[in-house]
């Protein structure tokens, strides 16, 4: 399957962390297909509810990398201070 360059490095990177399952949007939902796109979309909750692991790929490291994990901490500390 023909995958976008940016979720090659995705999955090239986590590949070193040994998943045996991973849930990728681009691949797991037709993105061509609005209608289940749309409908997916609405099952996101329930479908990273039930994750033992979420992991976000920002893209390959840039400039601005140190910002956003800065702002995802920061996050994660706001979530478990709750």
Same mark, same amino acid.
């Not at 360059?5 to 939902?29: F, K, P, T």
């Not at 979420?54 to 956003?68: D, M, P």
């Given at each position: 399957?023909?995958?976008?360059?940016? =979720? #090659?490095?995705?999955? *090239? %990177?986590?590949?070193?962390? +040994?998943?045996?399952?991973?849930?990728?949007?681009?691949?797991?939902?037709?993105?061509?297909? =609005? #209608?289940?796109?749309? *409908? %997916?979309?609405?099952?996101? +909750?329930?479908?990273?509810?039930?994750?033992?692991?979420?992991?976000?790929?920002?893209?390959?490291?840039?400039?601005?990398? *140190?910002?956003?994990?800065?702002?995802?901490?920061?996050?994660?500390?706001?979530?478990?201070?709750?």
């Amino acid at each position: 399957m023909k995958v976008t360059r940016n =979720l #090659e490095a995705a999955l *090239r %990177q986590l590949r070193c962390y +040994n998943y045996s399952e991973i849930w990728v949007d681009a691949l797991c939902i037709n993105q061509e297909d =609005l #209608e289940e796109r749309s *409908r %997916q979309v609405l099952r996101m +909750n329930e479908i990273y509810s039930q994750a033992y692991e979420i992991a976000a790929w920002l893209g390959v490291r840039s400039k601005t990398s *140190r910002l956003a994990r800065a702002y995802m901490k920061d996050l994660l500390a706001e979530e478990t201070a709750s």
